[in-house]
């Protein structure tokens, strides 16, 4: 009798499963948003100061939102993981987002939403509106 030996994964192979379950979320967040009426005017924004996850129109608010997606909660839950410095950040790229777009007089909102994995077509998901900060 021979014994199978389960290898663990490698950093690479987990990074390459960490960024398709980043992607399915923020797939299901847009989604998510879609289905309340909200219009995603981007996704995967980027600039010098870093990347908005999806920017949405909210009636006539731009909504920045931070997307977090985890397959369990033994780190607690994924808003958790927006830390301070991933807050000033985002109010950044909202700065660069509005000059680049010319938009000057609407509303600025930050969201977070936080998604866990429940099995592969099921997530517990949670909409953090207006969770930090301001423009």
């Not at 995967?44 to 931070?66: L, P």
């Not at 010319?102 to 930050?110: C, H, K, L, N, Q």
Request: proline share 2%; with cysteine.
């Amino acid at each position: 009798m021979s014994e199978a030996v389960l290898e663990r994964p490698t950093t690479q192979s987990q990074g390459k499963r960490n960024k398709a379950l980043g992607k399915r979320g923020e797939d299901a967040a847009a989604r998510f948003l879609e289905r309340r009426g909200y219009e995603i005017v981007a996704r995967n924004w980027t600039c010098y100061a870093g990347e908005a996850d999806i920017i949405a129109r909210d009636d006539d608010a731009i909504v920045f939102v931070e997307v977090k997606t985890r397959r369990d909660c033994d780190k607690g839950m994924p808003a958790e993981a927006v830390t301070q410095d991933k807050r000033e950040r985002y109010e950044r790229i909202a700065l660069e987002y509005l000059k680049d777009c010319e938009i000057t007089d609407a509303p600025v909102r930050f969201d977070i939403i936080s998604i866990v994995a429940i099995s592969s077509d099921r997530a517990l998901v949670r909409h953090h509106i207006n969770a930090f900060g301001g423009a």
